[in-house]
Each structure stands twice: as structure tokens, then as C-alpha cells.
């Protein structure tokens, strides 16, 4: 069964300060997504990387993808406290022909920015 | 921007009553998912859908749980005899190359 597991689960952070925040999963997949959620909201997309090597950047977020790694991250520049919210990374167990074609989402990380 | 549409937003229901959650996926995608959160906690699946039938289902939907995609465009799910545990935020996805999700149905059971 496919983990995937974020650290840190919860992180508090100065405005103005950066942060990277792992997202590591046990299985081969290609596509991961990151989600902001507020509290007692959906999730809103932020970035959908779909190969290795991928980077995207929206303001003070960016992401990136190593599947050789497994490996996912988050990197938080120059925190400001809009940016407070639970991030969830969500691998794509993407199966090319076949059925199996889920997201598996991690634990998710709690970021609270102070100001 | 296509979106994914859910009703009811919010649900309160008794214990063991049947509910039914609604949702509305983008027209020309071919995989449908249901998801839950508990407050507070992670997103888990429930169950994905394809080809008008169930693909997988998780541990968690059990006989009590069912999908049905009655009229070629909504997708329900039906929670029969309804639990306290079961309060939860219900998230509703479709999915062409990229993955949407609508904004949740909110379940209380009382």
C-alpha cells in the first residue's frame, strides 16, 4: 500500500522566513499534486507537477517533483501570514490502461506564520 | 474554468437515517472519486469510479457506503444508516489528465 508521509505536521514560522516543507512517498508515480486548505474549506490546487524534474512557482510558494527520490517539495520564501493553512502534497497513482488511478494524499503540515 | 459542483454544502442528519451526497462532475471527464476528511485529520479515499462502475474501494467503504452515477452526469453517494463517526467533510473529484475537486459536503450526524 502506497505511504506518503509530510514533515513537518506542523510548522511555525516568523513572517519573512523560509521554509521547505518534505513530502516523501513509497511508490513509483510521475504526477503529484500540492493543496492549500483552510479551515473547514476544500482544497485548492496549487501545483500539479507531472514528471521528474518539474518546478512551478506561484508567489512565495514554489514546488518541485524527483521521482527518482520520491521526494516532493514545498519551499516557502519570505513567509507572510495569508500563507497560514494545512498543506496536503497527493501522489497520482496514475496507471497508465488500467483501473487504479488515485490520489493518496500525505498527512498534510499545519503552517501557522507569525507575525 | 470547468469546475466540480457538490450540494448539499452542509448536512446534518440523525443517527441511522440515509443520506445522500450529490455531485456534479466536469462533463468530459472519465474517473470519478469520493473522499472524506474527518475534521482535523487527512484526506482519505473512499472510492473511484470508471467506466460506470466502481474501480476500488477503500477499507473504509464498506456495504453501508454506495455510488451511483444515475443520470450520465451527477455522481452520489449514499451513506445508509448513518453513524456518528461518519460526520465528516465528503469531497467529490473528477479527473481527465488533472484531478478537481468540488468543495465538500459537510456531514453531522446527530
Known amino acids: 500500500e502506497l505511504k506518503v508521509e509530510q514533515n513537518p505536521l506542523f510548522l511555525s514560522m516568523q513572517e519573512g522566513k523560509n521554509y521547505t516543507i518534505y513530502c516523501n512517498y513509497s511508490?513509483?508515480?510521475?504526477?503529484l499534486y500540492w493543496y492549500r486548505q483552510d479551515p473547514g474549506k476544500s482544497l485548492e490546487s496549487l501545483f500539479v507537477?507531472?514528471?521528474?524534474?518539474a518546478v512551478k512557482q506561484e508567489g512565495r510558494l514554489m514546488a518541485s517533483l524527483d521521482t527518482k527520490a520520491r521526494l516532493s517539495t514545498l519551499h516557502i520564501t519570505a513567509a507572510v501570514h495569508d500563507l497560514s493553512a494545512t498543506y496536503f502534497c497527493?501522489?497520482?497513482?496514475?496507471?497508465?490502461?488500467?483501473?487504479?488511478?488515485?490520489?493518496?494524499f500525505g498527512t498534510g503540515t499545519l503552517l501557522a506564520v507569525q507575525p | 474554468e470547468p469546475e466540480v459542483t457538490q450540494t448539499p454544502s452542509h448536512q446534518v442528519t440523525q443517527m441511522g437515517q440515509e443520506v445522500i451526497l450529490r455531485c456534479v462532475p466536469i462533463?468530459?471527464?472519465?474517473?470519478f472519486y469520493w473522499y472524506r476528511q474527518i475534521l482535523g485529520q487527512k484526506v482519505e479515499f473512499l472510492v473511484s469510479?470508471?467506466?460506470?462502475?466502481?474501480?476500488?474501494k477503500s477499507e473504509i467503504f464498506d456495504d453501508q457506503f454506495s455510488v451511483e452515477r444515475p443520470d450520465g452526469s451527477n455522481f452520489t453517494l449514499k451513506i445508509r444508516s448513518t453513524k456518528l463517526e461518519d460526520s465528516a467533510m465528503y469531497f467529490c473529484?473528477?479527473?481527465?489528465?488533472?484531478?478537481?475537486f468540488g468543495q465538500g459536503t459537510r456531514l453531522t450526524v446527530v
Open positions: 473529484a473528477s479527473k481527465g489528465g488533472e484531478a478537481f
Open positions: 511508490t513509483t508515480s510521475d504526477r
Open positions: 507537477l507531472l514528471s521528474n524534474g
Open positions: 497527493a501522489v497520482d497513482m496514475w496507471n497508465y490502461g488500467g483501473a487504479t488511478n488515485k490520489l493518496i
Open positions: 462533463s468530459n471527464h472519465l474517473y
Open positions: 469510479f470508471y467506466n460506470n462502475e466502481i474501480s476500488e
